[in-house]
């Protein structure tokens, strides 16, 4: 029996996030996209000194103030100040100890060794944004650019985190050219040079070479399962997931061992998708061969498997609101290519992909209803895919 579409992604995620490796303390580059395995807290205080926040004169008792001494710099040590100095200091230097109030250079009168002005306390305390060892962010947030540059302002060179997953593509079909145009009965491939950028965009570390065309018969097929498998957490292969004379995959995912954890999901297009699982825990996605099916497959298998991998929760949908009525398609989920601004796309059919080049990704039809214009519904975005 067919999964709903909302259920496979669940399914989905829900063996990736089981199956998630041990968490490491990885290089920020490795962490980045994963979510903290465990809390960020401070290294030291944030700031660790007290640092001005603005160019200005350091005084320090009552003024006039006479200048003397050296500016202090950021990255420097300053010396002391005594009751009626002044000194020079850039914003983010340390506060020297001694001084008492701030003066803004703009706000500064200069007569000749002296200057006078208006002094306030315009620095950054030590510890203001956090004290040593206190928690900036729980366990399961998300690891973006700022998370990454706010534990690196707090002392820290790696995070705990999830290792981006491996994963290898394998493309089925004796029909497929990888070079020139289509010609003489075969046609160009087109799932080899585009999935693994979308694997890539949504958290893998995705092996260059892809494997393939493999021959349609079952030895092959078996063969390329179980050399992609050795050394990848996750596999994604092209073709063969219905019940054809050269359709071999259900067969090959028997002969190595793999479990379905879906098998069809009630979506339209792309319905014939599936992902299994070996016995030592490797998964592997079966896309449709026809183009927009197999991005189909990759949104609603794919992205989130690789989230729970990576111990994300599930993707959110974005949502859109439609500028014309895209039809239902009965107790399927329909997913229907729209640009932006909520038209749907012509060339839409699921060999096709001009339509899926334009597109701001798939309105999510649900079942047994259709969409009118002006309606707000869920949207599916692409990976790789900009917004």
Known sequence: MPLSWAEARETAWRAGYEARGAAAELPFDAAAGSALAAPLAAASDLPAFPTSAVDAWAVAGEGPWRITGAASLAGSVPAPMGPGEAVKIATGAQVPEGCEGLIRLEHAEIDGESVTGPAEREWRETGEEAKAGEELLPTGTPISAPVIGLAAA???ATLPAHPRPSARMVVFGDELLTS???REGRVRDSLGPMVPHMLDAAGARVAAEVLGPVADTLDEHVAALRTATAEADLTCTTGGTMVGP?????AAL?????DYVVNTVSVR???P???ARTAEGRFIAGLPGNPQSAVIAVVTLVVPLLAGLRGLPLPGLRSITLAEHVPGRGPATHLALV???GNRLAHHGSAMLRGLANAAGFAVVEPESEAHA???VPLATVPGVAS
């Open 154 to 156: 707090a002392g820290h």
């Open 180 to 182: 020139g145009v289509s």
């Open 246 to 250: 050269v359709d071999h995959l259900h």
């Open 254 to 258: 028997k002969a190595v061992g793999a």
């Open 269 to 271: 297009p792309g319905f």
């Open 273 to 275: 998708m599936l992902l």
């Open 339 to 341: 640009d932006g601004n």
């Open 374 to 376: 002006g309606r707000r």
